[in-house]
């Protein structure tokens, strides 16, 4: 361990928050809601993170808010699905861990910040019904919409996101025809709540928790980069930071808090770390691995699990802050009606309605040409798509704009223009459109998979939801780019259960705690479900507030005593 101790001090708290994400937010909460001073800082000029770039759907098996409603389920079940799918790569006490502990912190913000969330009715987990411990509905949560204009000075220094429709709930997507009908929305609702800033999906929970820190008078600090963390023997006492190009010495008297996402927006460490080549990212410049750079140098251990990757694209001048390009992702629209993906074979490779059958078909690899069999790969769509469906911010009836899709009269000649197999294009299309006449996909059973119907499928398509023919020309692909994984990566520092970094020995860095993204997924190993990742960060938060302010968490120790583990 280094020792690197400044003179002197510029600001100091009890726990010192790296990052303004649900993660970093929530240990600033409850560290002070257990007595101790905290602070909170962002290198970025606004709060609220990945946070709220989501859409703020919050998975918790178990929770109190569903048993409320008549739904039964269990933490058990929940740690049964994520076994039965997490390939290997999980952790069974850290599975146990999150699954114990997340209904407590949802109850917990609930209580303490006024945190409003209900069930989104029937939206199911992702492998139900076939696997075992999966429900149909009750895990998932959203927040109710939040009155940002109770944040103040903040207001305007809270995030929104480029990527979701923030002013709506699911309830009003789903009610309205899901993302297939976006022009079925109440816009009348979407108008109101935009000209009253009322958030919902991922900036309202971001929002919620930034007014529990401004209700507590917990200093939020922006625009300042942590350069490096600052020890004394074998114990964190503080970091050392610049802002506006000088450096800034916060003494931590109990712990800080690395909460700062992931590293999808590094080059290096996508390939090096995350097995990733290249890959574009729907979040913040911001994001580049600040947690592995700063844990590595105290001796934190890294645990790696299968990559969470997904296809997007760019439509020229979109930008989000600082001139950065504007990547969306193509789910769901590549699992609507009319609309399939395809290698340069011409062939499909994956269930285009779920996208985790998507990815791990990115990464099949030839070993005979040492080249992925399906990537580079295109959305192919006809005239029906693009009358009646959206495809990312390319509204029905819009044109394309140009430099984002290729169109053609026939398949053939759209075949020739974006270099795929002809033959292999138009057989993949009969086939294809066989498939739409009986409603059954045999090759990758699209359609079969309710949350895929549900989240990429027009209800009002018969008897599939997510299958349409193409038929009608003109036709048009759209090259689709790998996603990393909106700040959900493979890699990251290994923690024990009270979010305290640990060691290549083992041994917790005295000090040293992480949360969110930054944490490495040992609790959910190779399985993705949507809402997981803001239920990490909210209960890591919480685990390393109690903890680092002296009164952690004895409840998994108890469970594992009660089970005889």
Same mark, same amino acid.
Not at 86 to 91: L, P
Not at 216 to 241: F, K, N, Q, W, Y
């Given at each position: 361990?280094?020792?690197?101790?400044?003179?002197?001090?510029?600001?100091?708290?009890?726990?010192?928050?790296?990052?303004?994400?649900?993660?970093?937010?929530?240990?600033?909460?409850?560290?002070?809601?257990?007595?101790?001073?905290?602070?909170?800082?962002?290198?970025?000029?606004?709060?609220?993170?990945?946070?709220?770039?989501?859409?703020?759907?919050?998975?918790?098996?178990?929770?109190?808010?569903?048993?409320?409603?008549?739904?039964?389920?269990? &933490?058990?079940?929940?740690? @049964?699905?994520?076994?039965?799918?997490?390939?290997?790569?999980?952790?069974?006490?850290?599975?146990?861990?999150?699954?114990?502990? &997340?209904?407590?912190?949802?109850?917990?913000?609930?209580?303490?910040?006024?945190?409003?969330?209900?069930?989104?009715?029937?939206?199911?987990?992702?492998?139900?019904?076939?696997?075992?411990? /999966?429900?149909?509905?009750?895990?998932?949560?959203?927040?109710?919409?939040?009155?940002?204009?109770?944040?103040?000075?903040?207001?305007?220094?809270?995030?929104?996101?480029?990527?979701?429709?923030?002013?709506?709930?699911?309830?009003?997507?789903?009610?309205?025809?899901?993302?297939?009908?976006?022009?079925?929305?109440?816009?009348?609702?979407?108008?109101?709540?935009?000209?009253?800033?009322?958030?919902?999906?991922?900036?309202?929970?971001?929002?919620?928790?930034?007014?529990?820190?401004?209700?507590?008078?917990?200093?939020?600090?922006?625009?300042?980069?942590?350069?490096?963390?600052?020890?004394?023997?074998?114990?964190?006492?503080?970091?050392?930071?610049?802002?506006?190009?000088?450096?800034?010495?916060?003494?931590?008297?109990?712990?800080?808090?690395?909460?700062?996402?992931?590293?999808?927006?590094?080059?290096?460490?996508?390939?090096?770390?995350?097995?990733?080549?290249?890959?574009? /990212?729907?979040?913040?410049?911001?994001?580049?691995?600040?947690?592995?750079?700063?844990?590595?140098?105290?001796?934190?251990?890294?645990?790696?699990?299968?990559?969470?990757?997904?296809?997007?694209?760019?439509?020229?001048?979109?930008?989000?802050?600082?001139?950065?390009?504007?990547?969306?992702?193509?789910?769901?629209?590549?699992?609507?009606?009319?609309?399939?993906?395809?290698?340069?074979?011409?062939?499909?490779? &994956?269930?285009?309605?779920?996208?985790?059958?998507?990815?791990?078909?990115?990464?099949?690899?030839?070993?005979?040409? *040492? /080249?992925?069999?399906?990537?580079?790969?295109?959305?192919?769509?006809?005239? *029906?798509? @693009?009358?009646?469906?959206?495809?990312?911010?390319?509204?029905?009836?819009?044109?394309?704009?140009?430099?984002?899709?290729?169109?053609?009269?026939?398949?053939?000649?759209? &075949?020739?223009?974006?270099?795929?197999?002809?033959?292999?294009?138009?057989?993949?299309?009969?086939?294809?459109?066989?498939?739409?006449?009986?409603?059954?996909?045999?090759?990758?059973?699209?359609?079969?998979?309710?949350?895929?119907?549900?989240?990429?499928?027009?209800?009002?398509?018969?008897?599939?939801?997510?299958?349409?023919?193409?038929?009608?020309?003109?036709?048009?692909?759209?090259?689709?780019?790998?996603?990393?994984?909106?700040?959900?990566?493979?890699?990251?520092?290994?923690?024990?259960?009270?979010?305290?970094?640990?060691?290549?020995?083992?041994?917790?860095?005295?000090?040293?705690?992480?949360?969110?993204?930054?944490?490495?997924?040992?609790?959910?190993?190779?399985?993705?479900?949507?809402?997981?990742?803001?239920?990490?960060?909210?209960?890591?938060?919480?685990?390393?507030?109690?903890?680092?302010?002296?009164?952690?968490?004895?409840?998994? *120790?108890?469970?594992?005593?009660?089970?005889?583990?």
């Amino acid at each position: 361990m280094i020792r690197n101790k400044p003179l002197k001090w510029d600001l100091e708290a009890d726990v010192v928050s790296i990052g303004s994400g649900g993660g970093g937010l929530s240990a600033a909460i409850t560290a002070h809601d257990h007595g101790a001073s905290a602070m909170v800082l962002e290198r970025s000029e606004q709060v609220g993170g990945v946070t709220a770039y989501s859409m703020g759907e919050v998975w918790i098996p178990g929770n109190h808010l569903a048993a409320a409603a008549g739904i039964d389920d269990s &933490a058990e079940n929940g740690i @049964r699905y994520i076994k039965n799918l997490d390939m290997g790569f999980g952790s069974d006490r850290a599975i146990l861990n999150q699954a114990l502990h &997340a209904p407590v912190a949802l109850k917990y913000f609930e209580e303490k910040i006024g945190l409003k969330m209900c069930v989104v009715r029937h939206l199911p987990d992702y492998y139900y019904p076939y696997i075992d411990g /999966s429900t149909a509905e009750g895990r998932c949560l959203e927040v109710l919409p939040f009155p940002a204009q109770t944040l103040g000075e903040w207001q305007e220094k809270t995030r929104v996101s480029p990527h979701v429709p923030y002013s709506l709930t699911h309830e009003d997507i789903f009610d309205n025809g899901g993302m297939a009908n976006m022009s079925n929305w109440d816009f009348t609702v979407m108008g109101e709540r935009l000209a009253n800033d009322e958030r919902c999906a991922g900036p309202g929970l971001a929002a919620y928790f930034v007014k529990g820190v401004l209700d507590r008078g917990i200093p939020m600090h922006t625009g300042v980069t942590v350069e490096e963390l600052v020890a004394d023997g074998d114990r964190i006492i503080g970091l050392r930071a610049t802002r506006d190009g000088r450096d800034l010495f916060v003494k931590a008297n109990r712990g800080v808090v690395i909460a700062v996402s992931s590293f999808e927006r590094n080059g290096n460490y996508n390939k090096t770390v995350g097995l990733q080549l290249d890959p574009a /990212s729907m979040v913040m410049p911001t994001i580049k691995g600040a947690h592995l750079r700063l844990a590595g140098e105290a001796g934190a251990q890294i645990a790696r699990v299968p990559d969470v990757s997904m296809l997007g694209f760019h439509v020229p001048g979109e930008e989000q802050e600082e001139g950065v390009p504007l990547w969306r992702g193509a789910l769901p629209f590549m699992g609507l009606p009319h609309t399939i993906v395809v290698n340069r074979r011409g062939k499909r490779f &994956a269930n285009e309605a779920f996208y985790r059958s998507v990815y791990f078909g990115l990464e099949e690899i030839d070993g005979m040409t *040492q /080249s992925y069999r399906n990537f580079p790969c295109w959305a192919i769509t006809d005239r *029906q798509a @693009r009358e009646k469906y959206p495809f990312g911010s390319i509204m029905p009836g819009e044109q394309v704009p140009e430099g984002v899709g290729t169109s053609a009269d026939t398949l053939e000649e759209l &075949a020739k223009k974006i270099g795929v197999d002809a033959a292999g294009l138009a057989a993949t299309v009969a086939a294809f459109n066989g498939y739409c006449a009986t409603g059954e996909d045999p090759e990758f059973r699209r359609g079969t998979y309710p949350w895929g119907a549900m989240m990429c499928g027009d209800p009002s398509q018969k008897p599939n939801a997510n299958l349409g023919p193409l038929t009608q020309g003109p036709y048009y692909a759209f090259e689709l780019h790998r996603m990393a994984g909106g700040g959900i990566t493979s890699t990251g520092i290994l923690i024990d259960e009270n979010c305290r970094a640990l060691g290549w020995n083992d041994k917790p860095i005295e000090g040293l705690y992480v949360a969110g993204n930054s944490a490495a997924r040992l609790d959910n190993g190779a399985l993705m479900q949507s809402g997981i990742t803001n239920a990490r960060g909210m209960t890591h938060g919480y685990l390393a507030g109690r903890h680092a302010a002296g009164k952690p968490s004895e409840l998994l *120790q108890r469970e594992i005593d009660l089970l005889g583990a």
